[in-house]
């Protein structure tokens, strides 16, 4: 399944993501992994997206990280540090380092994101794209004019399993057309993690770091 991003001419791209610290990242993965194991599931899945977001054109790319870099960090990317405050605060502050232009935000929980699923560059007609996840958030959130992201996000109740329908239908409220991409499933717990990464392309990182520890008897 693929999908094309609709947007006027080469976007921003952002990731939002935390550094893969043991403790601090994927503390539901604990038990059956360790912390040092759910820390190395998150690098994974996050140099995965990184590298994926790195073949997709872009106007820029940029890392909105709470952290700092590591060698899972790859070149060719702008980093800006989180600002403080709520998910949604911190998503509607990453939009504000963009420039004119349509930006497209997505997190680190689906290291099974394909350059297919992104789609072509430059195609028009949409104020907005939104990705939904299976658990009832979104991995994929963007706008045509990234100015418009604050007064749209701030304020819409993050990890609960309304969370996308309620900024979809924000979007939708504010008089944007929008543009669906597909559903897909974050990594929050070990079942997902192991249905993720049945999903993830050839190479993933994520998969391979996966079924290392399923061979360990994970």
Not at 106 to 132: K, N, R, S, V, Y
Not at 177 to 197: F, G, H, K, Y
């Amino acid at each position: 399944m693929s999908a094309r991003l609709p947007v006027t001419g080469p976007a921003t791209l952002l990731v939002i993501a935390k550094e893969p610290v043991p403790g601090r990242v994927k503390t539901r993965l604990i038990p059956p992994y360790t912390p040092q194991e759910a820390a190395a599931l998150a690098e994974a899945a996050l140099a995965d997206t990184l590298h994926t977001v790195l073949k997709v054109p872009a106007r820029r790319r940029v890392l909105v990280l709470d952290g700092a870099p590591g060698p899972w960090l790859p070149p060719g990317f702008d980093i800006v540090p989180q600002e403080t405050g709520g998910l949604d605060e911190r998503i509607a502050a990453a939009f504000g380092h963009c420039d004119h232009g349509p930006a497209l935000l997505i997190g680190m929980d689906t290291p099974q994101l394909t350059t297919d699923l992104l789609g072509d560059i430059g195609c028009e007609g949409h104020d907005a794209w939104f990705g939904p996840a299976a658990d009832g958030g979104f991995w994929a959130l963007g706008f045509a004019d990234p100015a418009r992201a604050a007064a749209l996000v701030r304020g819409v109740p993050m990890s609960t399993d309304r969370t996308g329908s309620t900024q979809r239908c924000r979007l939708v409220e504010a008089g944007l057309s929008v543009s669906d991409l597909p559903e897909l499933r974050d990594v929050d717990t070990a079942t997902d993690a192991v249905a993720v990464a049945a999903c993830c392309p050839p190479g993933s990182r994520f998969a391979a770091t996966v079924n290392s520890y399923a061979e360990a008897g994970r």
